[in-house]
Nanobody, 122 residues
Framework: QVQLVESGGGLVQAGGSLRLSCAAS????????MGWFRQTPGKEREFVAT????????LYADSVKGRFTISSNYAKNTVHLQMNSLKSEDTAVYYC???????????????WGQGTQVTVSS
């Protein structure tokens, strides 16, 4: 079994930055894609970014391109999401997920963290 633990959420003013981290433990062998999704109350979960464990391949949602950067440390099974120029619409619970294919569909990710709240005040 794989366990994912997120950290780094919090309250920040619009225009500010936050860095989210996710650490994976357990049977991670052969699973090499880690992604971030977010969700607000009453809305469906939304893709944010994803990265291959090697770091060679990444995908971003259009809404975060140029502002967010995803990175990974394959040896340590960790992934980070650097979020800059934050907007109020970025407010959500952010979830780390792990899968085996570099795709945006959340159904392709097998393991999920508990989520971390990001609140951007305007």
């Amino acid at each position: 079994q794989v366990q994912l633990v997120e950290s780094g959420g919090g309250l920040v003013q619009a225009g500010g930055s936050l860095r989210l981290s996710c650490a994976a433990s357990g049977r991670t062998f052969g699973i090499y894609v880690m992604g971030w999704f977010r969700q607000t109350p009453g809305k469906e979960r939304e893709f944010v970014a994803t990265i291959e464990g090697s770091g060679r391949g990444t995908l971003y949602a259009d809404s975060v391109k140029g502002r967010f950067t995803i990175s990974s440390n394959y040896a340590k099974n960790t992934v980070h999401l650097q979020m800059n120029s934050l907007k109020s619409e970025d407010t959500a619970v952010y979830y780390c997920a792990m899968g085996s294919t570099l795709v945006v569909a959340d159904t392709s990710y097998n393991y999920w963290g508990q989520g971390t709240q990001v609140t951007v005040s305007s």
